[in-house]
């Protein structure tokens, strides 16, 4: 079965700084999802930004990008420019490319923007 | 807009009992989900729904059964209330798959069970 790691349960940047988020993932296909998503105290996941396994390029959504290193297994996500209302916790979530709509996600990690 | 609506929000169970998770929405969502999250682990899909009458097992189906008769409710069935069903259940609805841009997955409050 695939799973999910974050290491990291809680996290903390400057306003205007960069923070990385690590994740790493296991499995045993080729063919992939790789999924960052936030969660502000609203409840909503929210859907920041996506790597397909086939693509070599990391995926950049503005401020966020994501370092993904297939061999390793690993996918983090660097938050540049930090903002106050990047604070929440963040999923790492993995999908099989034929998996419909069954994501696994990580345990997540609380990021705190401090002023 | 009440989103998505669990009830209830506590339930001690003793095992071998039943009891059904009740689910609501008001977004006129087709995808609907349920997950369960033990302590310190991630959010583990139990079943989901892409439209009225359609549903499918996720990845830890067992001991668990749903219906989606409508498209605002979708209820969580446990049989048979084992130890290992203790965890904290949210019900998810969104407007397009999960792995869409622009459209959130919306959770409810949780469901805390305790099995005993």
């Known amino acids: 079965a695939q799973t999910v790691t974050q290491s990291q349960p809680e996290m903390s940047v400057q306003e205007a700084e960069t923070v990385t988020l690590s994740c790493t993932y296991d499995t045993s296909e080729s063919d992939y999802y790789l999924f960052w998503y936030k969660q502000p105290p609203s409840r909503q996941m929210i859907l920041v930004i996506r790597q397909e396994a086939y693509k070599q390029q990391n995926a950049t959504e503005n401020r966020f990008s994501v370092n993904f290193q297939k061999a390793a297994k690993s996918f983090s996500l660097k938050i540049s420019d930090s903002q106050l209302g990047d604070a929440a916790m963040y999923f790492c979530?993995?999908?099989?490319?034929?998996?419909?709509?069954?994501?696994?996600f990580g345990q997540g990690t609380r990021l705190t923007i401090n002023p | 807009n009440a989103g998505v609506t669990q009830t209830p929000k506590f339930r001690i169970l003793k095992i071998g009992q039943s009891m059904t998770l009740q689910c609501a929405q008001d977004?006129?969502?087709?995808?609907m989900y349920w997950y369960r999250q033990d302590p310190g682990m991630g959010l583990k899909l139990i079943y989901y729904s892409v439209g009225a009458g359609i549903t499918d097992k996720g990845e830890v189906p067992n001991g668990y059964n749903v219906s989606r008769s409508t498209t605002e409710d979708f209820p969580l069935r446990l049989e048979l209330a084992a130890p290992s069903q203790t965890s904290v259940y949210f019900c998810a609805s969104s407007y397009s798959p999960v792995s869409s841009y622009n459209s959130p997955l919306h959770f409810g409050n949780g469901t805390r069970l305790t099995v005993t």
């Open positions: 977004m006129n969502h087709n995808y």
């Open positions: 979530a993995y999908k099989e490319d034929q998996g419909a709509q069954k994501l696994v």
